[in-house]
């Protein structure tokens, strides 16, 4: 029996999945529990309708995402850090300290958990920080971190 799933099911599939399920199961677990519903025309409809949708709405994100993307990756911003000797910072510039110069700067709010930052910055000079925007879309920051 082809039954559109409502919410994910383990070992059946997830949300929004087209799939067989036997009869006896389906009827008397899933339909009960508003977990699926059967796979009828108005149902397979309004499925295809749903599906399209969402297939608009990931490509309006991968859009976005590469529109960030080249924004991001023509633009250099500067953090200021007080510093010691040699280049070295007395702080670090953090991952919550380049997202609130981006979002202070450019307008573009950053998640500061997609840059992916393997250490804090402990160095003067030029850095590039690679972020993640969208799947496998990701951009090179370049952030130039002077001493005050």
């Known amino acids: 029996m082809k039954i559109i799933l409502l919410e994910d099911i383990n070992k059946l599939g997830k949300e929004g999945d087209l799939v067989d399920a036997k009869p006896g199961y389906a009827r008397n677990y899933l339909f009960p529990r508003k977990m699926a519903v059967e796979a009828t025309p108005e149902n397979m409809e309004n499925w295809k309708e749903m599906k399209a949708k969402e297939a608009a709405d990931e490509q309006a994100r991968v859009e976005k995402a590469q529109e960030t993307k080249a924004f991001l990756e023509s633009k250099s911003i500067a953090l200021m850090a007080k510093g010691g000797e040699g280049g070295k910072l007395f702080g670090a510039i953090t991952t919550k300290d380049i997202a609130g110069k981006v979002e202070e700067v450019f307008g573009v ?40």
């Open 109 to 148: 709010k950053l998640d500061k958990k997609k840059i992916d930052l393997s250490d804090n910055i402990k160095t003067v000079g030029n850095h590039t920080v690679p972020v993640k925007l969208h799947g496998d879309i990701n951009a090179d920051l370049t952030v130039v971190v002077e001493a005050e």
